[in-house]
């Protein structure tokens, strides 16, 4: 028996999730929610129905896991302990700061209601998490770095496209290469924000926007500009569509540690990732914890959980003696 899914919104992220499910034979869409007119939407999956958003509880205990594919800026907030009355839920919030909080929201609404829910999925933070917790709980005494990019940030993005005066937007996260250097040499060195990286802004203007309240606005924007050296430009919709399209990302995960009586020996713990297509990558990472929310919640989880609260097993599709066999 397959899996049923449902995704709320369909943007980069959905389709990212779409074709990952399609990769996935335990895994079934069975329905796209939308806020647009769902007559203008058309999916890669042939008769899976498009419904507007006003219709969604209707769908109440007809889904395993409902993921919610919106934005960290306004969107999940919202949406997640909203949903998770009435749903099994999974989101991808990446806005670091605001997790407990997120948390915190999410769990209460999915507590009372007696569903499970899934928070800031995706590879970070996700994956990068779990890199971090393991590199830190094997390596004590060190530091970890994570160094994002160069690629393109979907929430910074949509964070940027949200100014008022923006009529689309493209952040790139770029990591500065010194610093880079200086952790996989061994040292360990307080940086700030602005020491690890840099951000880079293409923008494209509403007729008539004031380019300067613009670039002003988002270079303050709190939580996702205001601690970095961020470059914007502004060009033409053409441009936009022909070079920045594609959607690359990627980034590492670096613990520098020491082992040994006296520290004498130094470690180092690198997890990387080099992705084509940032919202692919992390559909398919959001499609195999929908699988371990649907799992978890078989065995009668209820509540907010993390990636910290998902046990390998529970990600693959593998029996646990096929694990066992194949990937132990």
Request: hydrophobic share 35%.
């Amino acid at each position: 028996m397959s899996i049923k899914l449902g995704l709320l919104g369909y943007g980069n992220l959905a389709r990212g999730i779409e074709s990952a499910i399609r990769q996935n034979p335990d895994l079934e869409l069975s329905v796209v929610f939308t806020r647009r007119d769902p007559a203008s939407i058309h999916l890669h999956t042939e008769q899976v129905p498009v419904v507007s958003i006003e219709d969604v509880l209707q769908w109440q205990g007809k889904l395993d896991v409902l993921m919610l594919c919106g934005g960290s800026a306004t969107d999940l907030p919202v949406q997640t302990p909203e949903y998770a009355k009435y749903f099994n839920v999974i989101d991808s919030f990446d806005t670091h700061p605001r997790i407990p909080e997120h948390f915190a929201a999410v769990d209460q609404a999915a507590s009372k209601s007696g569903h499970l829910a899934m928070i800031s999925g995706g590879w970070d933070p996700g994956l990068f998490s779990v890199a971090r917790i393991y590199s830190e709980s094997v390596l004590p005494q060190g530091r970890h770095y994570t160094f994002w990019g160069k690629g393109v940030s979907q929430g910074h993005s949509d964070a940027a496209r949200r100014v008022e005066g923006v009529k689309d937007a493209r952040s790139y996260t770029i990591p500065v290469d010194e610093a880079m250097e200086r952790v996989r040499a061994g040292a360990h060195p307080d940086f700030t924000a602005r020491e690890m990286h840099k951000r880079e802004v293409f923008v494209v203007l509403e007729e008539g926007a004031d380019p300067a309240k613009v670039e002003q606005e988002i270079k303050t924007m709190p939580n996702y500009y205001a601690d970095y050296d961020v470059t914007v430009h502004f060009i033409s919709e053409e441009e936009m569509q022909r070079e920045h399209a594609e959607l690359p990302h990627g980034g590492f995960v670096i613990r520098s540690g020491n082992t040994g009586l006296n520290g004498e020996h130094h470690e180092l713990v690198e997890f990387g990732l080099t992705l084509d297509s940032n919202p692919e990558f992390t559909g398919s990472v959001l499609a195999a914890y929908a699988r371990a929310v649907y799992r978890l919640g078989k065995e009668g989880k209820t509540g907010c959980i993390t990636v910290f609260d998902v046990a390998p097993k529970y990600l693959n599709p593998k029996s646990a003696e096929e694990q066992r066999h194949t990937l132990l």
